[in-house]
């Protein structure tokens, strides 16, 4: 199984997009106003069958993340088509590629191959995870970790809500997550005199397996990914890193990260069941949804993906497993309008090489997400990484012959798995139309010249007014 590795990007990339997006759109500029050398730059200028065409360039730099210029020239069918069509038929994408190309404002397709496939989407599954729990829980819902009085006087009960992010690192390896010292803290508080003698840990939340259907056999022991459970502390990370190892059994091990706190060995920790009723000592909150599904776009992070396709399930009454994730944002999809044939998710990581989606169900959402009207879908097109710049983006779009004019201009979700790799994102043509755009292969041998042949391709996209 492939990383998605950002080269010299990071968690900081949520910190600093925002100023690195406002540098990153004046310095990207230049490629709007260089208009066909794009071409030359990507080594395309000649024997390729392509006809390009500059586009109108604004006479001063946009604002960041301006509304969306629905007056700018919309490209044609046939300009994109000439565009596009030599790049996606690369060698390095494989005998199968599928694509769609949106344009944002109308919501017209303007360039389609076999957009209604079922194809393997990798990570790029977490923008449907995305936009289900934003539609179905809201951008400002909170999960919750709770702490009850258990049966007996000075045992506790923790009881695991589907928050993965909770805090036992000096500096927690996710930006605004609870801590579980703090906790601690509130249970002592409420116990008063009582001393804390035990600790239930409670994780009857979730139903059937933590490891989904088709997951690589290193899924949850190469740093990528760990056991879903509804208790766990920093994705279930032994060290702060990103692609640090995971505990066996995260439940477990929040458990007893808690009983410390409360200043109890790890003997004292077992599985139990909150009684019904039961007074109520603490609980902590994650952040907003928004900011949760901010940080697994920019970092694409599996554990993260999987919790909160969870929450769908349980906003829609169904069980908070895999399989009753992968319904209920079915569910979601269809009653936002948007197109499922091809739909046909196992889990909402795109860890599985089960996952199905088609191109236009992807720039469908981006599309939708893109809207005035749809703010509480906003948080995708923010998280978002963003060309060169942050998440799983920032060491891509750096060289002249990798598309780095483009550079700023894409905001774009990676999907990779041995075999796979897809691209699907948002940019602004070089006439100031915003497209949405989806790149999926499924048959790829060469995971570095496949994501180069994928970055050409949007970089082509921002580079001409195709008309």
Known sequence: MARETPQGGGRAGLIGAVVAVIVALVLALASVFAGSTVVSAL????????????GTAPSAPPPVLAAMDSQAPMPTESGVS????PLLHAQALGPHFTASVVDVATGQSIYASEQDAAMTPASTTKIVTAATVLAARG?????????VAGAQPGEVVIVGGGDPTLAVFPTSYYPGAPRIDDLAAKVKQA?????????????????GAGIGPGWDPDATTGGSGAVITPLMTEGG????????DRYAQPDVQAAQAFARALGLPATAVAAGTAPQGAKELGKVESAPLARMVEFMLQESDNVLADALARQVALAKNQPASFEGGASAMKGVLEELGLPVTGYGLVDGSGFSRNDRLSPALLTGILAMAARADR??????????PVAAYSGTLAGRYTKPQEGSSAAGLVRAKTG???GVNSLAGIVVDADGRTLAFAFMADQTTNANQAVTALDRVAAALAACGCR
């Open 82 to 85: 000439t565009a596009l069509s």
């Open 43 to 54: 080594g395309l200028g000649n024997g390729q069958g392509a006809h390009w065409r500059a």
């Open 139 to 147: 951008p400002a819902y909170r999960i919750q970790t709770r702490v």
């Open 416 to 418: 990779t798995l041995t």
């Open 237 to 244: 990370r032994t060290k702060s890193t990103k692609y640090s």
């Open 375 to 384: 703010g509480d879908l906003h948080a995708i097109f923010s998280g978002l």
């Open 191 to 207: 116990l008063g005199d009582t001393a804390p003698t035990k600790v239930l840990y409670d994780t009857s939340l979730y139903q």
